[in-house]
């Protein structure tokens, strides 16, 4: 990892660590005041555990033009965009995607053109819905592997992290305090339950915490409608097309809605926001993989919508190659964050336990 991003942000927190005003804002004081010296393992911890909400920053009497300078939201945000880079596996692709609007969209715009070679040469006969365009088979062929790469590309990305951070054997308790913090977006509330401070320096708002739900929430709910429409099809022997009203259809389409108005006001919320307070050099990649995301969500929308019409082919391609794209890239954009957040998450509990 970069050395110059570490000891800014040792820098920092050092200084934090003396003042304790900001200490009950959000998880990561408490895990900084249990130190006084900060490992570069410290320093990773603390930079995934921060949530970004800049209340510590707009709260802070040593911001500039104070000598001291401090803007521990961006210390941190730097040390965490770099730590991505680094575990990321292969790590190349970590590098050249995190930071980069443009290669994502060139990635999804490859994946696009898969499905539309793969539409024309494995075209099914005589199949019904989806089928008829292309084949069960050819799409358990192209999505298989691009669900587990990612999956496996995560765990060693999470293994690299777990020894960085010198964490633990993990136990029950520990999961299930991260899950619990992760389901309410607890530290994103604020230190006085407000919420934080991502738009305006004076204005306390739930908008960020709320639009963040509804992309945890909407892409659970696609994942479960995929995975109840998978054990419909091998183990009831009961294969798509689904009704309106059955599992894998009220799934998709609640979590479709949740996807495209949370990452909408994602985007709104970080167009408006301070991009000095963030890793400004990220900031394109983020935008570009948080629209991404939105896209999957809108064109299952509107491919359902399509159902029956002439335009469902060419939808069914243009969806079926935004989800390529998304699973692919999975490991080395903003939606890697998820999972470290987890794993910190994680790891402070342990640290509250003891270990």
Same mark, same amino acid.
């Given at each position: 990892?970069?050395?110059?991003? =570490?000891?800014?942000?040792?820098?920092?927190?050092?200084?934090?660590? &003396?003042?304790?005003?900001?200490?009950?804002?959000?998880?990561?004081?408490?895990? =900084?005041?249990?130190?006084?010296?900060?490992?570069?393992?410290?320093?990773?911890?603390?930079?995934?555990?921060?949530?970004?909400?800049?209340?510590?920053?707009?709260?802070?009497? $040593?911001?500039?033009?104070?000598?001291?300078?401090?803007?521990?939201?961006?210390?941190? &945000?730097?040390?965490r965009q770099d730590s991505w880079e680094e575990f990321a596996f292969p790590r190349a692709a970590g590098k050249a995607f995190q930071k980069n609007g443009l290669a994502i969209v060139l990635a999804t715009i490859l994946g696009f053109a898969l499905l539309f070679w793969a539409a024309r040469a494995l075209a099914a006969a005589g199949g019904e819905g989806f089928y008829a365009v292309l084949s069960h088979n050819a799409m358990v062929a192209i999505f298989l592997p691009a669900f587990l790469f990612p999956l496996?590309?995560?765990?060693?990305?999470?293994?690299? $992290?777990?020894?960085?951070?010198?964490?633990?054997?993990?136990?029950?308790? +520990?999961?299930?305090?991260?899950?619990?913090?992760?389901?309410?977006?607890?530290?994103?509330?604020?230190?006085?339950?407000?919420?934080?401070?991502?738009?305006?320096?004076?204005?306390?708002? +739930? &908008?960020?915490?709320?639009?963040?739900?509804?992309?945890?929430?909407?892409?659970? =709910?696609?994942?479960?409608?995929?995975?109840?429409?998978?054990?419909?099809?091998?183990?009831?022997?009961?294969?798509?097309?689904?009704?309106?009203?059955?599992?894998?259809?009220?799934?998709?389409l609640s979590g479709g809605v949740?996807?495209?108005?949370g990452c909408s006001k994602m985007v709104w919320l970080k167009l408006r926001s301070d991009k000095s307070l963030g890793a400004t050099n990220a900031f394109g990649g983020e935008i570009a993989f948080t629209g991404l995301l939105g896209f999957v969500g809108l064109s299952g929308l509107l491919l359902y919508a399509a159902s029956g019409t002439g335009w469902m082919p060419g939808l069914l391609v243009i969806h079926l190659g935004a989800v390529l794209a998304f699973f692919l890239l999975t490991p080395f954009t903003k939606m890697a964050h998820g999972f470290y957040r987890m794993a910190a998450l994680v790891r402070d509990a342990q640290r509250r336990e003891g270990g």
């Open positions: 990892m970069q050395t110059d991003l =570490l000891q800014e942000a040792r820098r920092q927190a050092e200084i934090c660590n &003396a003042c304790r005003y900001c200490e009950g804002y959000c998880s990561v004081f408490p895990a =900084l005041q249990a130190d006084r010296a900060f490992s570069d393992g410290d320093l990773t911890q603390l930079a995934n555990l921060c949530h970004n909400c800049r209340g510590c920053y707009y709260a802070c009497q $040593y911001t500039a033009p104070h000598e001291f300078e401090l803007n521990l939201p961006q210390a941190l &945000a730097d040390v496996f590309s995560i765990a060693i990305g999470l293994r690299r $992290y777990w020894q960085t951070v010198g964490g633990a054997p993990v136990r029950l308790s +520990h999961l299930s305090g991260a899950i619990a913090s992760i389901a309410d977006m607890r530290n994103l509330k604020g230190g006085h339950g407000d919420g934080c401070n991502f738009e305006d320096e004076d204005r306390f708002t +739930h &908008a960020r915490r709320y639009a963040h739900q509804a992309i945890m929430y909407g892409f659970l =709910l696609c994942f479960a409608s995929t995975s109840v429409g998978t054990l419909m099809h091998y183990l009831l022997n009961m294969p798509a097309p689904y009704g309106l009203f059955s599992a894998p259809k009220v799934l998709g949740l996807l495209v108005l």
